[in-house]
């Protein structure tokens, strides 16, 4: 039993990661899909930035000119979990990434401290799993290495969008960090959430609310994306 298992696992490596690869980055559509997914919305205002701006708002806000950003080089599909200001559960969330097949879904977030001097974005992505060692159930050992590797691209990813946005924010990459964000470890894709800076932290603020900067937060995300695609952005 053992020998056909690991010849199992053997030819599993070299059959999946082909067929995942054109399941992923091309699918039916020819277009490879990012679920953009603006955290909190509707009586789930998040943390407060300013009397008339909440972290609801700018996820909102910055998502919207990400999908504007990709849907102007056309070579992306965007998918919104909300494009209003509206509630949306998790549930909701992680259904829209099935449904649109998602091959990657990136989380737009606002932190908040204690300590008012704490500032800077952080990225996370969902921890990973020990792996099924005894188990020889197919599915089972099919379903770990589908996670595997979406843990795998996770880690690709925010590496791709901690350096654009470390040009955004010199020296304020507070580094990438495992999740307990419940969304990420839920979602089957490569997935990733965004903290993009403190709304305790009054130069974090400050740049938060700015639209310029807000563009450029944008501008880094839409990027990344398009470098983890391939797209090539300069
Ligand atoms: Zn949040």
């Given at each position: 039993m053992k020998r056909i298992y690991l010849l199992f696992v053997f030819l599993a490596f070299l059959i999946l990661p082909a067929a995942l690869a054109t399941a992923d980055e091309?699918?039916?559509?020819?277009k490879p899909v990012v679920v953009i997914d603006p955290g909190h919305g509707g009586a789930d205002i998040?943390?407060?930035?300013t009397k008339d701006l909440h972290e609801k708002d700018l996820t909102l806000a910055i998502g919207k000119q990400v999908q504007e950003y990709l849907g102007s080089k056309g070579k992306i599909d965007v998918v919104m979990t909300?494009?209003?200001?509206r509630d949306a559960s998790m549930e909701e969330r992680v259904r829209s990434a099935v449904k649109s097949r998602a091959d990657l879904f990136v989380c737009l977030h606002v932190n908040a401290g204690f300590a008012k001097d704490t500032s800077g974005f952080e990225v996370y992505f969902p921890g990973f799993k020990t792996p099924t060692?005894?188990?020889?159930d197919s599915g089972e050992i099919v379903k770990d290495m589908i996670s595997t590797r979406s843990l795998n691209e996770s880690v690709r990813f925010s590496q791709l969008l901690r350096r654009q946005m470390e040009i955004v924010f010199p020296r304020r990459d507070r580094g990438l960090r495992t999740s307990s964000v419940r969304i990420l470890t839920r979602l089957a894709v490569p997935a990733v959430a965004l903290e993009?800076?403190?709304?305790?932290n009054e130069r974090d603020k400050d740049d938060l609310t700015d639209a310029k900067r807000q563009r450029e937060i944008a501008q880094a995300v839409g990027k990344s994306i398009e470098e983890y695609f391939g797209g090539g952005a300069p």
């Open positions: 091309k699918g039916s559509r020819g998040g943390v407060m930035l909300r494009e209003a200001d060692k005894t188990s020889d993009m800076g403190f709304a305790t």
